[in-house]
């Protein structure tokens, strides 16, 4: 399945958040969302996945999701978002519940999706027994469980240190190269959405418009720390985004 965003805007109140944003998302492409603190990175993803309505414009689905998508638009938060009194396998086995599944499917989708993400020996560790890295593939291996269409994900790696962020990174381009997915990857730093971006949507400062869609070509699992070729077009999206981030710094200091 395809998203499209079509001419999107919103209000809240007075203010104007967003304003015309359009953008698509192929299948099995990530695209990241960049932009100055506040240009309304995460309100755009709330509108993608149906949380909340535009005040103008739409966003559309292009085919199917698969059949066996048990939420085709699925959120992965900074915060992990875990029960801490269900184990690894609970946490997981929660989003499945709601649904008339087979015990023996149950199970074997738990099984898949902790193998997918290297969590299998930890089945029965509570949250509070693993590290941050650990949790948020917990919180992946979970939004993984409804075989989702599209993956909406919110500055995923934002709480945890530089290295498990590097660690996690790797995890995702593993990930996505043994099964490629579809998502959407809000996040402020430059270096993850050169990484992870098969294109990088650099947002202005509020109301957030679409200032340019960067692509990039190297294939993920080519992309290296330090990359002189990332590093390139990482320069050119700070250029972009220098300005309006130096605005956007003002602007919250005045207000
Ligand atoms: N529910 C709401 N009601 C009113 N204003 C809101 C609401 N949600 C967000 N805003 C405002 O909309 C603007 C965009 O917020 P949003 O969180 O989407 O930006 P962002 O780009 O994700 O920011 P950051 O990079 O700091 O996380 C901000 O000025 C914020 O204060």
């Given at each position: 399945?395809?998203?499209?965003?079509?001419?999107?805007?919103?209000?809240?109140?007075?203010?104007?958040?967003?304003?015309?944003?359009?953008?698509?998302?192929?299948?099995?492409?990530?695209?990241?969302?960049?932009?100055?603190?506040?240009?309304?990175?995460?309100?755009?993803?709330?509108?993608?996945?149906?949380?909340?309505?535009?005040?103008?414009?739409?966003?559309?689905?292009?085919?199917?999701?698969?059949?066996?998508?048990?939420?085709?638009?699925?959120?992965?938060?900074?915060?992990?978002?875990?029960?801490?009194?269900?184990?690894?396998?609970?946490?997981?086995?929660?989003?499945?519940?709601?649904?008339?599944?087979?015990?023996?499917r149950r199970d074997a989708?738990?099984?898949?999706?902790?193998?997918?993400?290297?969590?299998?020996?930890?089945?029965?560790?509570?949250?509070?027994?693993?590290?941050?890295?650990?949790?948020?593939?917990?919180?992946?291996?979970?939004?993984?469980?409804?075989?989702?269409?599209?993956?909406?994900?919110?500055e995923p790696l934002s709480?945890?240190?530089?290295?498990?962020?590097?660690?996690?990174?790797?995890?995702?381009?593993?990930?996505w190269s043994r099964t490629?997915?579809?998502?959407?990857?809000?996040?402020?730093?430059?270096?993850?959405?050169?990484?992870?971006?098969?294109?990088?949507?650099?947002?202005?400062?509020?109301?957030?418009?679409?200032?340019?869609?960067?692509?990039?070509?190297?294939?993920?699992?080519?992309?290296?720390?330090?990359?002189?070729?990332?590093?390139?077009?990482?320069?050119?999206?700070?250029?972009?985004?220098?300005?309006?981030?130096?605005?956007?710094?003002?602007?919250?200091?005045?207000?």
């Open positions: 399945m395809d998203l499209a965003v079509e001419g999107l805007g919103h209000r809240y109140g007075g203010t104007e958040v967003l304003r015309d944003i359009s953008l698509e998302i192929p299948a099995g492409r990530i695209l990241c969302v960049v932009g100055p603190s506040g240009c309304g990175k995460s309100t755009l993803l709330r509108m993608i996945g149906g949380l909340e309505r535009p005040s103008a414009g739409r966003v559309v689905q292009i085919g199917e999701a698969p059949a066996t998508s048990l939420n085709p638009l699925t959120f992965v938060f900074q915060d992990f978002a875990l029960l801490p009194w269900r184990s690894v396998a609970g946490n997981v086995s929660l989003v499945l519940e709601d649904n008339a599944l087979p015990r023996a989708i738990i099984a898949d999706v902790l193998a997918r993400t290297r969590l299998s020996d930890f089945a029965h560790a509570l949250p509070r027994q693993l590290s941050g890295g650990m949790k948020q593939r917990v919180a992946i291996a979970r939004a993984l469980a409804v075989d989702p269409a599209v993956l909406l994900m919110d709480a945890l240190d530089a290295q498990t962020r590097e660690l996690l990174m790797e995890d995702l381009i593993g990930l490629p997915f579809t998502a959407i990857y809000v996040t402020h730093n430059l270096a993850e959405a050169v990484r992870l971006g098969h294109r990088i949507a650099v947002l202005s400062r509020r109301p957030g418009q679409v200032r340019e869609v960067v692509e990039i070509d190297m294939p993920l699992a080519d992309r290296q720390a330090g990359d002189p070729e990332l590093e390139a077009v990482q320069a050119r999206l700070w250029d972009l985004m220098r300005d309006e981030a130096r605005a956007a710094d003002a602007e919250l200091l005045d207000g």
